[in-house]
């Protein structure tokens, strides 16, 4: 694992209330999520980022109101227009 620096203000940690331990926890589960969301890191690489299992990632998803299931626009049309009428 490789271990970079980045600088934060001081007050961001009294801000969210949080000690810089668990915030920087939070900021990884984050940034996971937001990716997920995007489509640009699958949910095996988001959890690995979020040091969660992918179960526990799952349930974070929800907590971001984020879905579990992915679908880009071409793979939605493409179910949809298999739906029988």
Excluded at 1 to 13: A, D
Excluded at 32 to 47: D, T
Aim: hydrophobic share 40%; net charge negative; no cysteine.
């Amino acid at each position: 694992m490789s271990v970079y620096t980045i600088e934060l203000p001081e007050n961001v940690f009294s801000t969210f209330r949080k000690t810089p331990v668990e915030f920087i926890h939070e900021l990884k589960i984050a940034a996971a999520v937001k990716w997920y969301e995007l489509g640009e890191i699958s949910q095996n690489r988001a959890a690995e980022l979020a040091e969660l299992s992918r179960s526990e990632f799952i349930n974070v998803l929800g907590k971001y109101k984020v879905s579990v299931l992915q679908y880009t626009d071409e793979v939605f049309n493409y179910e949809m227009s298999n739906v029988k009428k």
